[in-house]
């Protein structure tokens, strides 16, 4: 497993190009279906979409894992259901229920057609105000897991 400095290096990259995307969305007058005819919009969702994925991703198959393990824990063949539950026992994340909530939001992002641009902007909208949430998640387990790595 990874260095957890390095899993932090790659999500803080996640959440620097994350928040860069979403402030130029959320600078937009309107987040409608006209975006869709302007391709740096388009590019600027697309990064946006990404981003929210690829931290999602980092943090559920590498800093998870990882934080368990460095508090001693044997995660090698626990399923990812049980990994979330006790990350939550232990308040590194406020809820189990929360994270299955972001991943399904991820998927419905990511598996959008791209002629359903009326639920590609609501998930688009959701997903603004879910990802601040997504870095506080990612906040709390950095502060907490230094205790225990120095």
Excluded: C
Aim: glycine share 2%.
């Amino acid at each position: 497993m990874k260095d957890i400095k390095y899993v932090f290096w790659e999500i803080d990259k996640h959440i620097e190009r994350l928040n860069s995307a979403r402030n130029k969305i959320l600078s937009w007058e309107n987040l409608d279906k006209e975006i869709f005819e302007d391709n740096e919009k388009v590019n600027i969702i697309d990064s946006f979409i990404f981003r929210f994925s690829k931290m999602q991703d980092a943090m559920g198959e590498k800093l998870f894992p990882l934080v368990l393990e460095i508090l001693g824990e044997d995660v090698r063949k626990k399923p990812f259901l049980d990994i979330l539950n006790r990350l939550e026992q232990l308040e590194f994340i406020p809820s189990a229920n929360e994270w299955k909530e972001l991943r399904v939001l991820r998927n419905e992002l990511t598996h959008t057609y791209p002629w359903e641009e009326e639920i590609l902007i609501e998930n688009i909208k959701k997903a603004l105000k879910k990802s601040q949430e997504l870095i506080d998640i990612y906040e709390n387990i950095k502060q907490k897991i230094q205790k225990y790595i120095g």
